[in-house]
């Protein structure tokens, strides 16, 4: 009797681990189409959002949030020297944007400029330091200079 529950167990046995190993690989399949899929859908939402920063750039050609914008794009999508050129024309038209900063250094060191990146890296520091939390790019400090609080210390002691 052991031996024909052995016998007639081992292959319902068998079945079950293969039914649920073809499940595990249709799970798999299932997993690996939809990875693509949603790669596909992200890249082309990815060149979607990089051709509306290009409009945005032609419309305003003074606007560093759209280079900083475009920059942090190509960054994303692998473009590091791509991303520098637009991160250092957002920081040409505004010297005091923390995300161009950033972003710039971030890329110089995936190309392995270590002493750029680390010195976008500084002046993100120095203008996070001296900058007020009114606005990103720094535009609420008084003076960036080191000596913000001379001037507000002699308000102070005028009664102003």
Wanted: net charge neutral.
């Amino acid at each position: 009797m052991k031996n024909s529950l052995r016998t007639l167990f081992i292959p319902v046995f068998a079945l079950m681990l293969t039914s649920l190993s073809a499940c595990d690989n249709a799970a798999d399949t299932s997993k690996n189409a939809l990875l693509t899929t949603g790669a596909k859908i992200g890249s082309g939402a990815m060149q979607g959002s990089l051709d509306e920063f290009t409009k945005a750039i032609k419309l305003d050609p003074k606007s560093a949030k759209a280079y900083a914008g475009r920059g942090a794009l190509k960054y994303a999508m692998g473009d590091s020297k791509g991303a520098i050129a637009d991160l250092s024309k957002a920081i040409e038209l505004d010297p005091k944007s923390v995300t161009a900063y950033s972003g710039r250094g971030s890329a110089k060191f995936a190309t392995g400029d270590v002493a750029g990146g680390t010195a976008d890296f500084i002046n993100v520091a120095r203008l996070a330091l001296f900058s007020s939390s009114d606005g990103e790019s720094g535009e609420g400090a008084k003076d960036s200079g080191g000596d913000s609080g001379k001037e507000s210390g002699k308000e102070q002691e005028s009664g102003k």
